[in-house]
C-alpha cells in the first residue's frame, strides 16, 4: 500500500511539473501556483514544494512557510473519506472540539492529518451554513447533523464494515 501510494505521488508531481513551469519566476506567482497544486491534486506533497522552490529559485522553506501561513493549503492527501468537523461559533458551543476530539481518537490522527492507509482525513472547517443542525460534520459530501460521539463511533464502524466486505468480495472475485 505504500509502494502504491508513493507511485502515486509520482504521477502526481509530473502531473503538475509542467503545470508549474507555465507560470513566471516571479515569486508573486507561488500563491497562484500553490492554488494551482491544490486544485489539481487536492493537497501539496513535500516533493511539489521542492519543484516550486526550485522553478522560483527560492528556499524551499521560505515555499513552505508561505503555505502554512494560509489555511487554504493542506499538506496531507485527503482521505477516501475527507470528514470536516465545523468549529463555527454554533457548533463550537454545541461541543463541535469534543465531535473533533473523537474522530482523531477513533482513527488516530489530529485534524489536518490522513490515516496512513488515506482511507479517513480529518480537517476543521468555519461555519458551513447548517448550524441549526449543530454540532456538524461533513463526511464527503453528506452532512451529518446533530453529531455525538455515539454518532462517530457508528460513521467509522460503518466504513470499516463496509471496506471488509468489499474485501471480501474482492478476494471471492480472485479466487
Ligand atoms: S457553525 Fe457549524 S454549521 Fe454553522
Given at each position: 500500500?505504500?509502494?502504491?501510494?508513493?507511485?502515486?505521488?509520482?504521477?502526481?508531481?509530473?502531473?503538475?511539473?509542467?503545470?508549474?513551469?507555465?507560470f513566471?519566476?516571479?515569486?508573486?506567482?507561488?500563491?497562484?501556483?500553490l492554488?494551482?497544486?491544490?486544485?489539481?491534486?487536492?493537497?501539496?506533497?513535500?516533493?511539489?514544494i521542492?519543484?516550486?522552490?526550485?522553478?522560483?529559485?527560492?528556499?524551499?522553506?521560505?515555499v513552505?512557510?508561505?503555505?502554512?501561513?494560509?489555511?487554504?493549503?493542506?499538506?496531507?492527501?485527503?482521505?477516501?473519506?475527507?470528514?470536516?468537523?465545523?468549529?463555527?461559533?454554533?457548533?463550537?458551543?454545541?461541543g463541535?472540539?469534543?465531535?473533533?476530539?473523537?474522530?482523531?481518537?477513533?482513527?488516530?490522527?489530529?485534524?489536518?492529518?490522513?490515516?496512513?492507509?488515506?482511507?479517513?482525513?480529518?480537517?476543521?472547517?468555519a461555519?458551513?451554513?447548517?448550524?441549526?443542525?449543530?454540532?456538524?460534520?461533513?463526511?464527503?459530501?453528506?452532512?451529518?447533523?446533530?453529531?455525538?460521539?455515539?454518532?462517530?463511533?457508528?460513521?467509522?464502524?460503518?466504513?470499516?464494515?463496509?471496506?471488509?466486505?468489499?474485501?471480501r468480495?474482492?478476494?471471492?472475485?480472485?479466487?
Open positions: 500500500m505504500e509502494h502504491e501510494n508513493h507511485k502515486e505521488d509520482d504521477i502526481s508531481l509530473e502531473k503538475i511539473s509542467s503545470a508549474i513551469r507555465s513566471g519566476k516571479d515569486r508573486r506567482n507561488l500563491i497562484p501556483i492554488q494551482m497544486i491544490q486544485q489539481e491534486l487536492a493537497y501539496i506533497p513535500p516533493g511539489a521542492e519543484l516550486v522552490a526550485l522553478h522560483l529559485v527560492i528556499g524551499a522553506c521560505e513552505y512557510g508561505v503555505a502554512t501561513f494560509y489555511n487554504q493549503f493542506r499538506f496531507n492527501p485527503p482521505g477516501k473519506h475527507a470528514i470536516k468537523v465545523c468549529l463555527g461559533t454554533a457548533c463550537h458551543v454545541k463541535g472540539e469534543i465531535i473533533l476530539e473523537n474522530f482523531e481518537r477513533k482513527l488516530g490522527i489530529r485534524g489536518g492529518e490522513t490515516t496512513p492507509d488515506r482511507e479517513f482525513s480529518i480537517d476543521r472547517v461555519c458551513v451554513g447548517c448550524c441549526a443542525l449543530a454540532p456538524v460534520a461533513l463526511v464527503g459530501e453528506n452532512v451529518q447533523g446533530h453529531m455525538a460521539p455515539s454518532k462517530v463511533e457508528g460513521l467509522i464502524l460503518g466504513f470499516k464494515i463496509e471496506k471488509e466486505k468489499q474485501e468480495e474482492k478476494g471471492q472475485h480472485e479466487s
